[in-house]
């Protein structure tokens, strides 16, 4: 049975995908409000993020502060799109929408449906990522330091504390290298494997591994 936060993680991307079913369909409507598209929208970003946070086992408090969603997102160093920050101009909507406000600007609707569907999708890929066992995405700061980087569900495939680890990445075989967890001691964040620069070098930007358990060890894939 999945661990508790990835059974929320994926109540929430289903939730997120429902208001993003309901906007696409209400967006092209002349006759139904901006303040009725740009809450869906909205939602669908605001779910989509704590989706990840769950993922993450990150508990967050009851908000529809998308800026600080965003925050605590980038403070796990989730490999989040830069822009994917864009989606901050949604975040007034659920505050017109809740409480009578008026916004006076009109909504971009093709945009707010453009940024919740990204929105949706990253989310998508880091909960599957956490489900089945994999690395983040791999970005070209991870290649220059000669690291990859775990998220917090695929740290129960590493020992719970700092030490020297092997692994097989891609069938070749890597003795002694740095594992961090990076447990906190105020917030955790994602652990690191420090494989080195000329193992890094193989890898590519924006993929992922897939993580297995191995006699003896771990394998990347």
Do not use: N
Not at 39 to 50: N, P
Not at 68 to 81: C, K
């Amino acid at each position: 049975m999945p661990p508790p936060e990835l059974e929320e993680a994926r109540l929430l991307l289903r939730k997120a995908r429902e208001d993003l079913d309901a906007l696409t369909k209400l967006a092209p409507d002349g006759d139904t409000a901006d303040a009725i598209v740009g809450f869906h929208a909205q939602q669908a970003v605001e779910k989509a993020l704590k989706a990840v946070l769950a993922a993450f086992g990150e508990d967050f408090p009851w908000t529809h502060d998308l800026r600080y969603l965003l925050e605590r997102l980038t403070d796990l160093e989730a490999p989040m799109p830069s822009s994917l920050h864009e989606v901050r101009v949604l975040a007034p909507w659920a505050v017109e929408f809740r409480y009578g406000e008026t916004i006076e600007d009109p909504l971009d609707r093709e945009g707010a449906v453009a940024l919740a569907k990204r929105a949706a999708e990253w989310a998508e890929s880091q909960v599957e990522a956490a489900t089945q066992g994999k690395t983040q995405r791999v970005t070209a700061k991870d290649i220059a330091a000669g690291i990859v980087r775990i998220p917090q569900p695929g740290k129960r495939f590493f020992p719970d504390e700092q030490c020297r680890i092997s692994i097989t990445l891609r069938g070749v075989d890597l003795e002694d290298v740095r594992w961090d967890p990076r447990f906190g001691p105020d917030q955790e964040r994602s652990g690191v494997i420090g494989i080195g620069k000329e193992a890094a070098a193989e890898l590519a930007e924006e993929e992922v591994l897939r993580i297995t358990e191995i006699d003896g060890g771990v394998r990347l894939d």
